[in-house]
């Protein structure tokens, strides 16, 4: 077979595909190029003056090797993966860093195996990495629990790639023993380990990358990227659908450092992906904010490849794989042709692939337990005085604020008419403890009902929302009938949509799910949320207590930044 390749290569036969008359982005060198491109089997053979077996005219169009998203939840997108591939394939991406946290923090290991299986099903390449915090923090009640011998058990499994973000950063810097028996599990094995720590700098930032932490997708600031990438640590710039940092932090990016950054998604739902994109977005971002095209392809491409060591990939050179896509041009981004393992599996924005039945296991079915029907005294919030600590939402970021706000109360009950606050409780709903975690939110402008949901970044218990307790109780008891999923609830009249993989995501068509879930987005929107809000998803991630500053969790009122629980009287 080798002997096959070097004769394509050399011309003296055939190559299969070749790709003429057009350009391409030599990531080496950081050149545009003219020649044609030759494709044996799922190898490029080179580029130069070829004939193929099939030829494509591509005039006027530039090829860049396949994006590469160095960091996704495919869960967030609330597709099941082959329907998630349906929407990303088309627009240039061959391959992702996945970290199935949020499955595998519901439904155990079988949730990541369950992304590995289902992904199979697609020309979609997909590196699973093994989730390092299940649960994220101890305070916390998830589905699952992945301890440091699980994390050594698990980690020689071939399915997994490598250990997941690293959440708990105050574990990793004050050596946490369980913390470091997963560390030490994925030196010994000599995976790669991503990272996750915000606003880390200085003796502590050394701390926490010392045992091989070599990436972050969590930088708020251009300073922040700088000094992380000094250190060696690989930045991502991340354009998800709730946080967006490409704009601001590609300002780091210069000619010395470039080849330190990557390009990521991290959480995109369906909706976002079908009506802007996927890493295409993300390079449109970049370039209008004044990075170098050339540097942006690079950093989609050739960085992620040699960060995550997937060899052979991330460049157009002779024996890279044939993993391409035919763009307009850099700055649009508009994918005209996908090419997979040397295969046309996409071509002007549609798919050109039917996955298999898909993969539905029971492992990932039938996942919210609730011992008792929640009713609307379990939402009454007392305070001892008037003064309540109160999380605050941040404009296009999951990092929230701590402020403090006068608050009325009457017959054991805060009084919300005529304020901005809503109460925000947590539900847990893996293991039939009863928890309910109550506090109060500024920012979020519903009123008149309630909005509940089953993603709750990481631990996914039941997140509900609301001005009233009977609404929320109401929106509750939906969730449960329908087995996790979204609701809204309005003087007791309840809409919703199920997630029936592990409350989490859709077995639905993508076309189907997304237009089903934007009807019920406007009906959220029409209770008054705010349009800076992104309604579903930006309450998702108020129970992550690994972001500062203040989160709520099963268990209560959560204060990152003191890594405590925080008393909800100020």
């Not at 055939?14 to 060198?29: Q, R, S």
């Not at 810097?173 to 200085?202: N, Y």
């Not at 708020?220 to 601001?248: D, I, W």
């Amino acid at each position: 077979m080798l002997e096959t390749f070097i004769d394509a290569a050399v011309g003296r036969i055939k190559a299969d595909i070749v790709l003429k008359n057009g350009k391409f982005v030599n990531v080496f060198t950081g050149e545009i190029c003219e020649g044609d491109i030759a494709i044996k089997g799922d190898k490029i053979v080179g580029f130069g003056k070829y004939e193929g077996e099939k030829e494509y005219d591509i005039a006027g169009k530039i090829v860049v090797p396949g994006w590469i998203d160095a960091h996704v939840h495919i869960e967030s997108s609330q597709l099941s993966p082959e329907e998630y591939a349906k929407l990303i394939v088309p627009l240039g991406t061959t391959t992702v860093i996945a970290d199935p946290h949020e499955i595998t923090n519901v439904c155990g290991i079988a949730g990541a195996k369950y992304i590995a299986d289902a992904s199979k099903n697609t020309p979609l390449e997909v590196k699973v990495m093994l989730p390092s915090c299940v649960p994220a923090t101890p305070f916390e009640t998830s589905g699952a629990v992945l301890n440091g011998a699980d994390t050594e058990k698990y980690l020689q499994e071939p399915f997994l790639h490598g250990l997941g973000e690293f959440m708990n950063y105050p574990g990793v810097i004050h050596k946490d023993p369980d913390v470091m028996k997963k560390l030490e599990a994925a030196q010994k094995l000599g995976k790669i380990i991503d990272g996750h720590a915000p606003d880390t700098s200085g003796l502590g930032l050394n701390g926490y990358i010392f045992p091989g932490i070599c990436t972050d997708h969590e930088c708020v600031s251009p300073e922040e990227a700088e000094e992380k990438v000094s250190k060696g640590v690989y930045v991502h710039l991340r354009e998800g659908s709730a946080t967006r940092n490409v704009a601001v932090n590609c300002k780091a990016v210069n000619a010395k450092n470039l080849r330190r950054f990557l390009l990521c998604t991290d959480d995109r739902h369906a909706a976002d992906l079908k009506a802007n994109g996927h890493l295409d977005n993300a390079l449109r971002v970049a370039v209008k904010a004044g990075l170098d095209p050339i540097w942006a392809v690079t950093i989609a491409t050739l960085n992620a490849a040699e960060c995550y060591r997937l060899h052979g990939k991330g460049a157009i050179a002779p024996g890279y794989d044939a993993d391409l896509a035919v763009l307009e041009d850099l700055k649009d981004f508009r994918c005209a042709y996908t090419f997979k393992a040397g295969k046309l599996v996409a071509q002007n924005g549609k798919a050109l692939f039917e996955t298999k039945e898909k993969i539905l296991p029971d492992a990932v079915k039938n996942t919210v337990h609730l011992n008792k029907k929640v009713g609307a005294d379990d939402f009454k919030l007392t305070l001892r005085g008037k003064r309540a600590n109160v999380i605050r939402l941040i404009k296009d970021n999951v990092v929230t604020e701590k402020v403090v706000r006068e608050v009325e109360s009457k017959d054991g009950d805060v009084v919300l008419n005529g304020t901005d606050l809503l109460k925000l409780a947590v539900v847990e709903r893996h293991h039939n403890t009863g928890n309910i975690g109550l506090g109060l939110l500024e920012g979020y402008g519903l009123k008149g009902g309630a909005i509940a949901l089953t993603i709750a970044h990481d631990s996914h218990n039941i997140i509900v929302l609301g001005d009233n307790n009977a609404d929320m109780a109401s929106a509750v008891e939906e969730i449960r009938k329908i087995g996790g999923g979204m609701a809204i609830s309005k003087g007791g009249k309840t809409e919703s949509l199920a997630l029936d993989i592990a409350g989490l995501m859709s077995s639905l068509p993508a076309e189907e799910y997304i237009a089903r879930s934007e009807e019920l987005l406007e009906k959220a929107y029409a209770m008054g949320i705010s349009r800076d809000v992104e309604a579903f998803m930006s309450l998702s991630f108020l129970a992550l207590p690994v972001i500062p500053a203040l989160k709520m969790t099963d268990q209560g009122l959560f204060d990152v930044t003191k890594f405590a629980f925080c008393d909800i009287n100020a």
